[in-house]
């Protein structure tokens, strides 16, 4: 099957495991298909999965664990998320944006808003129940994304096809 990429952020092992607990808490579990996740770009042609993967093992072992905080919670109309600001992010997905320039969806065009989606097409009342309720706990934190990975989309699941971590050394 020729189904589109998605190409995402590997959390750090105990911030995804949190990450995946308030999924597992708050998200409609019929819903709930893929694991937690940073989306840098969600629609890439099949027909370049090789070259994705040549580009993202790249750019890892050039790239040392890129900074990044968590700002709180962000209201996502029927849903909410964890925010997320990293400007070394950001510049790294537009190094794969702009590689891939002129095959990007136009949602891939635009800069995203880093964050892990922990709920989901949910009423509106319970989205603002939620982020009145884990507002207090989502304190700032720093932490470093560990890599990045290409997934095949499957019409609601994932299936993963590669995933590299960050091993360079940091710049000078």
């Not at 993202?56 to 990044?68: C, D, Q, R, S």
């Not at 700032?140 to 050394?169: N, Q, S, V």
């Amino acid at each position: 099957m020729r189904a589109p990429l998605v190409v995402t952020a590997e959390l750090p092992p105990a911030l995804q495991s949190r990450a995946e607990a308030l999924r597992r808490a708050h998200y409609p579990p019929e819903r709930n298909q893929v694991p937690a996740h940073v989306t840098l770009l969600r629609a890439l042609p099949p027909f370049i999965e090789d070259e994705a993967r040549r580009l993202l093992a790249a750019l890892a072992a050039e790239y040392p664990p890129l900074p990044a905080q968590i700002t709180g919670l962000m209201d996502l109309g029927t849903g909410t998320a964890i925010a997320i600001e990293s400007p070394a992010l950001l510049e790294t997905r537009a190094m794969i944006a702009a590689h891939f320039h002129g095959m990007l969806t136009q949602q891939d065009e635009g800069t995203p808003r880093l964050h892990v989606t922990v709920q989901n097409k949910v009423v509106r009342a319970d989205a603002k129940a939620l982020q009145a309720a884990l507002g207090p706990a989502i304190l700032p934190e720093r932490f470093t994304f560990a890599g990045l990975a290409l997934h095949r989309y499957m019409g609601g699941p994932w299936e993963t096809i590669g995933r590299w971590a960050f091993r360079g050394r940091p710049h000078r």
